[in-house]
């Protein structure tokens, strides 16, 4: 059986097999119009986040 989760509105998703985890990240990284993020990037990303998930926008 297939590992899930649920979600805070109650819908259970299905987890991708350790298999189709390789092979989507695999597909992932050879798509030159989205390459990965680097340690630094997300740190940056990281640091602009508030709570709510909302991107903290400095205002003039």
Same mark, same amino acid.
């Given at each position: 059986?297939?590992? *899930? ?11 991708? +097999?350790? #298999? $189709?985890?390789?092979? /989507? *990240? ?11 993020? +680097?340690? #630094? $990037?997300?740190?940056? /990303? ?12 400095? +205002?003039?």
């Amino acid at each position: 059986m297939r590992e *899930t989760i649920k979600t805070t509105d109650g819908r259970i998703l299905a987890l991708p +097999t350790p #298999e $189709e985890d390789r092979k /989507i *990240t695999e597909a992932a990284l050879t798509d030159p119009d989205c390459p990965p993020i +680097t340690e #630094e $990037e997300w740190e940056e /990303i990281r640091l602009r986040l508030v709570r709510g998930g909302k991107v903290n926008v400095p +205002t003039k």
